[in-house]
């Protein structure tokens, strides 16, 4: 029995691990995007010999308020994948815990029932 939950935990730390993995390369992709988004904007609005007119500014406000929406939406849609993918890692654990169970018994059922 012990061989069989041997392999059943190393199956499951490997995925979990897997699972891990994709998660810190997915938050480093939305904090890098975030900053990238930052960068830009700042780029934008502060490059050299721009007419200072009117329709500058105007062009430039629009941009401001374009770009902060933008900036906030990405943060806001990072904390909520975030917080979706810590449910399904929760999920994961608990599905993991029932299975392992369920194993375990099925494998002292089955070796009840082998005559012996």
Aim: glycine share 2%; with cysteine; charged share 15%.
């Amino acid at each position: 029995m012990e061989k069989q939950l041997e392999i059943f935990d190393a199956v499951v730390s490997s995925q979990k691990q897997i699972f891990n993995n994709l998660l810190s390369a997915q938050q480093d992709l939305r904090v890098q995007w975030i900053e990238g988004i930052s960068k830009t904007h700042a780029a934008i609005t502060s490059i050299p010999g721009l007419p200072e007119n009117a329709q500058t500014q105007a062009a430039l406000s629009q941009f401001n308020t374009w770009m902060s929406t933008v900036s906030n939406q990405s943060q806001t849609a990072t904390e909520e994948a975030f917080k979706a993918q810590e449910s399904c890692i929760s999920a994961y654990d608990k599905q993991v815990a029932a299975s392992r169970d369920i194993l375990k018994n099925l494998i002292t059922f089955s070796s009840a029932a082998q005559p012996a």
